[in-house]
């Protein structure tokens, strides 16, 4: 295996780089459901609830799950290696979006690519917090997390492009294998992430915690240190995915008691998802949030008992907590307006396809890239002068976006709302950067990748489960998709009030991480 180095300033330049064209296809591949939405809605008979699931909650449920294990396998593996991996299995599985022909085989897909993006993330965060200095983390994150939005420009455009241009040329039916647009749009996004995988996987893996002063001498030995990375994972593994929760406590000695706790929280988990199915509709959306519910209280079992001190430092830092759920309510709003905006311009305002993918992609692309860009040079820039700078980036966030939503939802000019769209993308993207920097300031370099997956883990359910899944149960309750998405700004307050609370206790977590 590869040892560990120093890399040069270049090389990390040109590291930061590739990991960005990776996270470009990451959000490629995730976005490309938005712009599709209304012909696959019409090719396959589902409702505005059941797209809402397969954007958010059968891709994120299961990308927060293999996030925890991924990111401890991150920790202790190659994760450059790792990242590849990822990159070559989801995008396999984006291609096999394109052979769907039900709800059910289509979920399944989207599971798959849920499961292999979760690689990404966790690796990258601790990777870019290995190849860049402190000072520059909430910046070099920021311009990783680009990616985003650069991504899910390329997939409006992309997706709006093929799909019309395809069906267009075939309108008799005469199309190739009898593919579709929309399909073929999911092979056109697929196909890239193999060869790109290959070029990932020469990256060089830097020292562990080599940017900080205080590294641990015992990383040294780089991610090959651990004699059995892959059993770690495994062990990770059986402490979030039901039913082996149960297994994994009685193995690691937790004792009756716990076990006793965790059948508690599994039976109220279960009550609670059987009075929203039954009350809701969609059962698949909420026993899918239930697995991720109780997989996150397993997991956060198994690590009190595994790793006291990262437990410490993970869940019980006040900071991390608020901010955890202030970012979360941020990413609520943020997908389940931004997912669905492209439907909207083509069901309510009668834009094309080809025509809201062309602008609409072009817009997020460039005013994402500058929002989160400018989010996190912001946060890096104003910390010296304000420790808790990035946490009030956050809450600019979420007070921007605000009156250019409900504009861009409420002026009758298609013109204008195009333009509007560029400043709820720039103002809401910025947050992005500092939520992911003050996860990784405030845990040890050995818990970086870990921390980020348990970070993704709460983003990913409160976020990308619950927020287009709402807004479009809300869009079929009421018949209107333009109150439901106004609806979704009320989570922006609450994100207000949380981020508040964590700066509140920053500093003193600060000094209590430099103690140990």
């Known amino acids: 295996m590869r040892e560990p180095s120093r890399t040069s300033p270049a090389y990390a330049r040109y590291a930061l780089g590739l990991l960005v064209v990776v996270y470009v296809l990451n959000f490629l591949d995730r976005q490309i459901l938005s712009i599709l939405a209304e012909r696959i809605k019409a090719d396959l008979g589902l409702s505005d609830a059941q797209i809402g699931f397969l954007y958010g909650t059968a891709f994120a449920v299961f990308y927060a799950l293999f996030g925890i294990p991924l990111g401890r396998l991150a920790d202790l593996w190659v994760r450059t290696r790792l990242i590849a991996l990822g990159l070559g299995f989801w995008s396999l599985m984006t291609a096999s979006s394109a052979f769907a022909r039900n709800f059910l085989q289509l979920s399944a897909a989207r599971i798959g690519v849920g499961v292999g993006e979760a690689s990404a993330n966790p690796a990258a965060y ?185 437990f410490d430092m993970i869940v019980r830092t006040p900071t991390l907590r608020y901010a955890a759920l202030g970012f979360a309510l941020l990413a609520f709003a943020s997908y389940g307006i931004g997912f669905w905006v492209p439907p909207y311009f083509v069901r309510t305002r009668g834009v094309s396809a080809a025509q809201a993918g062309l602008i609409l992609g072009g817009t997020a692309a460039a005013a994402g890239w500058l929002g989160v860009t400018l989010g996190g040079i912001t946060a890096d820039r104003w910390r010296p002068s304000n420790p808790r700078a990035r946490l009030h980036v956050g809450v600019i966030a979420a007070l921007a976006p605000l009156p250019f939503v409900i504009w861009m939802l409420t002026t009758e000019s298609n013109q204008l709302a195009f333009t509007l769209n560029f400043f709820v993308n720039a103002a809401a993207s910025m947050w992005i950067g500092p939520g992911a920097t003050t996860v990784q300031d405030l845990v040890a370099p050995r818990v970086r990748a870990t921390a980020a997956g348990a970070y993704g883990l709460v983003i990913t359910l409160i976020g990308l489960a619950l927020g287009p899944y709402t807004v479009g149960l809300l869009s079929g309750i009421i018949g209107d998709l333009r109150r439901a998405m106004l609806l979704a700004l009320l989570a922006n307050p609450l994100a207000v009030v949380m981020l508040l609370l964590a700066a509140r206790h920053l500093e003193a977590d600060e000094r209590r991480l430099r103690s140990r």
């Not at 650069?150 to 799909?163: N, T, V």
């Not at 406590?249 to 076990?259: F, P």
């Not at 698949?284 to 079992?301: E, F, R």
Request: charged share 15%; glycine share 12%.
């Open 126 to 310: 601790a990777l870019l917090s290995d190849y860049f200095p402190p000072a520059r983390r909430a910046t070099v994150l920021a311009i990783y997390s680009s990616g985003i939005y650069i991504g899910a420009g390329l997939g409006l455009f992309i997706g709006g492009l093929i799909a019309e241009r395809w069906d267009a040329a075939f309108v008799a039916g005469a199309a190739p294998f009898g593919l579709r647009g929309w399909q073929v749009a999911f092979l056109a996004v697929g196909a890239p992430g193999v060869p790109l995988a290959l070029w990932v996987s020469t990256l060089r893996e830097p020292r562990r915690g080599q940017s900080e002063e205080h590294a641990d001498a015992r990383l040294a030995g780089g991610a090959d240190a651990h004699p059995h990375p892959f059993r770690e994972f495994v062990r990770e593994l059986r402490a979030v995915l039901p039913p082996f929760t149960l297994v994994h406590l009685a193995l690691i000695g937790a004792g009756w008691g716990a076990i006793a706790r965790n059948l508690i929280a599994a039976g109220a988990i279960a009550a609670a998802t059987w009075m929203a199915a039954a009350t809701l509709g969609t059962p698949p959306q909420w026993i899918a949030l239930g697995i991720g519910a109780y997989a996150a209280v397993s997991w956060s079992q198994a690590l009190a008992r595994r790793d006291p001190l990262a």
